[in-house]
Structures are given as C-alpha cells and as structure tokens.
C-alpha cells in the first residue's frame, strides 16, 4: 500500500460515517446508534492526520454545537443523550462511564478550538491531598487497567480546571504506589504485568507534561517488550487490541526518547509492531479492533442450535465483541469489523513509530498529536528536554 493512500483511505471511511446523519457518529458503520463518545473519535481522527482545517466549517460547528449540548450544567459532566441508567453494567458504574465521556469531550472540545459551556466540579470535590489520597486509596488496584482509567480522567479534569497543584498530589501518591520490581502498578497487588502495562500507560503523559521523572524506567521497558506476541502486538493468543498495542509502542517511543536503554531492541520491537498495525487496515479503510479466529461457539449453543432452539438464546451468537463505553451495549461492535476507536487507536501508533524514527517508515503525513495529556498526545522536543534536564 501506498503511503500516501493511508490517510486518504481512513479519512474516506471517517467521512463516509456521517452520510445523511448531519455530523453525529456511529461506532462502526453497521451501528445504528450515534454517540458523542464516537463523534469525538471521528474528531480525533480528522485531528491526528491534520486534517481538521480541512474540514468545513459548518460542519465542525455542528460537532461542537453536538457536544455542547450534551453536558449538564450543574454538574459539568458531559451525558450521552441516549444512555440510561439501566444501560450501565457492572464491573462498571455510572460515574465511570460518564467520566469517560467527559473526558472525550472535553478533548475534542479542545481540538475545535472551543471551551466547555460549564466548569466541571472536581476541584471542589478534591479541595485537599489528603481527599486525593482518600480518593486513590479506595481504588481495586488488584484490577489497574480499570483502576487507571479513572485516575487518568481525574487527572485530565483537574488540569482543565487549572488545578496544577493537586494534579502534583495524584502523582505523588502514583510515585509511592509503584511496583520497584515491574515499574507498573497494580503488579504488586497481583495483577498481570499485561494489566500493568496497560495501565500505567495511562500515567505518563502527565508525568511528562508536568516535567516529573517516571521511575524505574529500566524496569517499565523491559517488562513492556517482554509482552509482545511472536506477531508483534500485544494480546496474547495474537491479534492484538487496539488498546494494548497503543499502550505499549507509546511506552516505548517515549522512553526511548528519554533513555538509550536497550535502543535497538526497542527500535526492533516497533518496526515489528508498525508492520502488524498497518495491515490492520481493512479494505474499507477502516481500521479494526483485532484480526483473529472467532470465539467458539459453546457447546449448550451448538447442541440448542442442532436443535433448532437457537431463537430461546437471550443473546445472539457474536464471536467475539469489543466496546469503547464499557458495560454499554450500544457501543459493542465485532472485533475484525473497522470502528472508530481502532481507527483512531491503530493510525496513532503509526503515528508514533512514523515520528521516531524520521524517513523509516511513513514520512508523508504531517501527524498532529493530542495537546493536552493523555490519550493521543505526544511531544517529542519536550520528551527530549526532559531527558536533556531543560525543563523547569
């Protein structure tokens, strides 16, 4: 495949998403349902591959108008207008769920250029260290992947609310938790090093913004590419996860900018990476959860369906399902079927290799990351200063 036919193609399938439904997307194009959480992945998309000038006016004032509307006054928390209540499922909660959305949209808020409506309240729920502390005690960090992803919205409201100092409070109680042994957290609770892989990714960006060293750094690099699969990714069994394949090359590029520790190695492990993420690209030009065999069917639905009693399953036989809002099912989807999370997941590590090693791999596109921590943003010149002890 061309080079540049990379991005012509996914932003062709991202465009193609909103055909007769005014700006608002779907997860997958099979979906039914438009979300705000997959119209800020849309967003996010245009955004990465520099192409959000590009687009009309009109139509990004009708993404932010979307967005706008969609956030509660009193609280500052951003609701999707279809989810209920009753639509949350347990690992997961409403908080979670809603936090998640908040965090999306207040990033692709940021990448039109506009503000949210209302302040968020988390400052005044989180006045002291000790409420932080509080806070963070009480997470299941026997489960960090999860666990993560709160703490990672957390840190994205307080910044937003200029909220600088507390932000500093989170990672220093993020500094005495860590594992001395893995780097990770969560491991020392008994969690797998892939959980802890995953979830302290989530951690970094904000370290690195706040021009805060990450510990153990040896440790993280090398128990990140212990991780990787004979197929370059990073689920085991093969395939891959847009999550956990993200998670692990952007570990990497950005401690290889901060370290020469096991350069080549790490060099090596993302070409192989870059290569399996890129024929993730399906013909439509969207990019896909994972690539891999169907879960088998159970034997209490083979017998059922020889049986011709498939029609009293509660549940339809899907082979293997992801979901961007955990615990919602409007936003499940077939792993191999291309959707807007993976295509937004899947180009961005691209983008990540691409921008390491200049000339090396795709050199065409002018790549445009995240300005603000967390998912998505990256700053190689800044990563260097860090390393450099330029920052204050």
């Not at 993404?63 to 279809?82: K, N, S, V």
Request: glycine fraction near 8%; charge should be negative; aromatic fraction near 14%.
């Amino acid at each position: 495949m061309a080079e540049t036919t990379l991005k012509k193609r996914t932003l062709d399938w991202v465009q193609g998403l909103e055909a007769g439904n005014g700006s608002v997307f779907p997860i997958v194009a099979s979906s039914p349902f438009r979300t705000l959480e997959a119209t800020c992945f849309g967003i996010f998309v245009y955004e990465l591959f520099g192409a959000l000038d590009s687009v009309p006016e009109e139509r990004r004032g009708e993404w932010r108008e979307f967005i706008l509307a969609c956030q509660d006054a009193q609280t500052g928390i951003f609701y999707d207008p279809l989810l209920r209540h009753a639509d949350v499922a347990a690992p997961y909660d409403w908080e979670y769920v809603t936090w998640q959305m908040t965090f999306f949209a207040l990033g692709a808020l940021d990448a039109l250029g506009a503000k949210p409506r209302y302040r968020t309240t988390f400052r005044d729920l989180l006045k002291t260290p000790s409420a932080v502390g509080e806070r963070l005690d009480g997470g299941n960090w026997t489960e960090p992947w999860g666990e993560s992803n709160r703490v990672m919205f957390l840190l994205t409201f307080l910044l937003n609310e200029g909220a600088v100092d507390l932000a500093h409070c989170v990672l220093n109680w993020l500094d005495a938790h860590q594992d001395p042994e893995t780097g990770f957290w969560g491991t020392q609770h008994g969690a797998t090093l892939r959980e802890g892989m995953a979830a302290a990714f989530h951690f970094y960006s904000y370290y690195f913004y706040l021009d805060r060293p990450v510990h153990h750094a040896q440790a993280i690099i090398d128990h990140t590419l212990q991780l990787q699969e004979p197929d370059g990714l990073y689920t085991a069994g093969g395939g891959g996860g847009a999550c956990a394949d993200l998670d692990a090359v952007d570990t990497l590029v950005k401690f290889s900018l901060l370290t020469d520790y096991r350069a080549e190695d790490i060099k090596a492990s993302l070409s192989r990476s870059y290569s399996a993420i890129l024929a993730n690209q399906r013909p439509s030009g969207a990019f896909c959860e994972a690539v891999r065999p169907p879960t088998p069917k159970s034997v209490k639905r083979r017998v059922g369906e020889a049986l011709l009693l498939d029609k009293l399953f509660r549940k339809p036989y899907r082979p293997y399902v992801a979901e961007v809002c955990r615990g919602w099912e409007k936003t499940r989807y077939l792993c191999n079927e291309g959707d807007l999370w993976s295509t937004w997941f899947r180009p961005l590590a691209l983008a990540l290799v691409s921008t390491r090693y200049p000339g090396e791999f795709i050199d065409d596109i002018s790549w445009a990351f995240r300005r603000a921590p967390g998912l998505g943003w990256h700053d190689s010149a800044h990563l260097r200063k860090i390393r450099d002890g330029v920052c204050t």
